[in-house]
């Protein structure tokens, strides 16, 4: 898809304007890649200067840290930001609100300090800058509702650039009685994704899944990779996967200008 490392362009006495944090579900998930490339094809329409660090980039240390492993993550975070500062890095964008969240966060006092965007942030940018348009006619009148990502809500305070984002995509957006800061985890967060859930009447992605249902939505918009996955399995579970899509809003912007 044409996407320069790091390497490759300081190789080449460049400096991109962004770098581009894939994170571990965007490079290694099957899903999840789909994701990263919907987004790689919104960064080439809007002309962005961009690159990634391919085999360089590791875990942020997201799920060591909620773990409790901190000796883990601070080995995983010290070896990035020595990365990333050799590479005089100043501004990451990245479709992963885990990753977000602890480069934006948790890096800092480690040394690392950059301009750090969720790509649904990114993304309304560069449409406030007139460097991307949305056509608002392919998804016409669809029913969606969004998800908000915990790590992207409650932990950021950012409810507005995805629901903004959806509105230019000419939708009918639903919300879940239960959003924005009151909004119901999926169930992957806080390294949960990893192991099997507590014992419960309903595991936490189901019942994510029931408050969406109840608006009727065609689509289930998320804003995260893990999000994603829970809801995609929730709508197995309630056997819905026939009337109701999974999408990120990059795959949504990435389907409605037919990229």
């Known amino acids: 898809m044409n996407v320069p490392t790091m390497a490759d362009m300081m190789a080449q006495g460049k400096q991109p304007e962004v770098l581009f944090w ?117 998804l016409k009148d669809k029913r969606v509702t969004f998800h908000d990502p915990c790590y992207l809500g409650r932990a950021n305070d950012e409810y507005e650039s995805p629901r903004e984002i959806i509105k230019r995509l000419g939708v009918n957006l639903a919300e879940m009685k239960r959003s924005k800061s009151t909004a119901l985890c999926c169930g992957a967060g806080g390294a949960q994704m990893f192991k099997e859930p507590e014992k419960g009447d309903k595991d936490i992605n189901v019942l994510r899944t029931e408050d969406a249902l109840k608006v009727s939505p065609e689509i289930i918009a998320t804003g995260c990779p893990y999000c994603n996955t829970m809801m995609t399995d929730g709508v197995k579970f309630k056997e819905k996967e026939s009337e109701i899509e999974v999408l990120d809003i990059a795959e949504l912007i990435a389907q409605a200008n037919q990229l």
């Open 22 to 138: 894939v994170g571990a579900a965007g490079s290694f998930d099957d899903r999840a890649k789909k994701i990263t490339r919907a987004f790689v094809k919104i960064l080439h329409q809007a002309k962005v200067d961009f690159a990634v660090l391919g085999t360089e980039e590791s875990s942020t240390g997201d799920a060591a840290k909620r773990a409790g492993n901190e000796f883990l993550f601070q080995m995983q975070a010290v070896t990035n930001i020595e990365v990333l500062n050799a590479y005089e890095v100043k501004t990451i964008v990245t479709c992963d609100p885990h990753s977000f969240n602890t480069l934006k966060n948790e890096y800092p006092s480690l040394g690392g300090n950059y301009k750090v965007y969720h790509h649904t942030q990114y993304i309304k940018q560069l449409i406030a800058d007139g460097r991307l348009s949305i056509d608002d006619t392919v």
